[in-house]
């Protein structure tokens, strides 16, 4: 009964591909959020969703299109990826903030690495 | 915009030492503060957070982390170490209630000596 998951866990593609990755949570949480993690380990937000309303759409390139269709499902595409994109990417859940408890679940991560 | 430092990039511990990893934030008002653990592989997991009240927060694993307002830190402690407890450690902060945005540090590496 895992509370934030990921799929796939690795994700190997060529430069130009389109991929996408998928989050799920059944945590009954109203806000989800998608991190990229780079070589270096530093996390920085990507997007944030809240009721399947985007929140928070950090400087990310417009080939990044989270997809939210229901509140437990956040969705990442990737069009034309670049080597630049290789990285972990962490989606993560919680309740919306200020609601009382701001503690994120997050994912286990996937790998994407582009050749 | 509120940032984190955690200044040690990588500490080395012997098992049954005890740890001090180091965080400091900058944002203007009463930050929500966090430490996170990331195990090899792994996502990451929340040890404790502070909001308000006492400055003193535990947390799981038998961490403890105290707030500082006038040095803007929020050090992580552990009085003796586990060879289970290393990992690349988080620090991060979200601008009090309502915030979505929570701001990681660069992480701190815990090695353990056996």
């Known amino acids: 009964d895992t509370a934030v998951s990921q799929t796939p866990k690795y994700l190997v593609t060529q430069m130009g591909n389109d991929k996408s990755i998928k989050c799920e949570q059944n945590?009954?949480?109203?806000?989800m959020y998608w991190y990229k993690q780079d070589s270096k380990k530093f996390l920085k937000i990507m997007f944030s969703?809240?009721?399947?309303?985007?929140?928070i759409n950090e400087t990310v390139p417009n080939r990044f299109s989270p997809k939210s269709p229901d509140k437990a499902h956040l969705n990442l595409h990737i069009n034309s990826l670049e080597l630049g994109d290789s990285a972990v990417y962490f989606c993560?859940?919680?309740?919306?903030?200020?609601?009382?408890?701001?503690?994120?679940?997050f994912g286990p991560g996937t790998r994407l690495t582009v050749l | 915009a509120q940032s984190v430092t955690q200044p040690d990039i990588h500490i080395t511990v012997s098992e049954g030492a005890s740890l001090e990893l180091r965080c400091n934030y900058s944002y203007g008002a009463t930050p929500y503060l966090f430490w996170y653990v990331q195990s090899p592989g792994q996502g990451l997991q929340l040890l404790l957070k502070y909001f308000s009240g006492d400055t003193l927060v535990q947390g799981i694993k038998g961490f403890e982390a105290e707030f500082k307002r006038s040095q803007s830190s929020f050090n992580l402690r552990k009085p003796s170490v586990h060879w289970s407890d290393a990992a690349e450690y988080f620090c991060?902060?979200?601008?009090?209630?309502?915030?979505?945005?929570?701001?990681f540090g660069k992480g701190t590496k815990l090695s353990v000596i056996p």
């Open positions: 991060a902060v979200a601008r009090g209630a309502g915030s979505y945005q929570l701001t």
């Open positions: 969703y809240n009721n399947k309303e985007l929140i």
């Open positions: 945590l009954g949480h109203d806000t």
């Open positions: 993560a859940s919680s309740q919306p903030p200020g609601a009382g408890n701001d503690e994120q679940f």
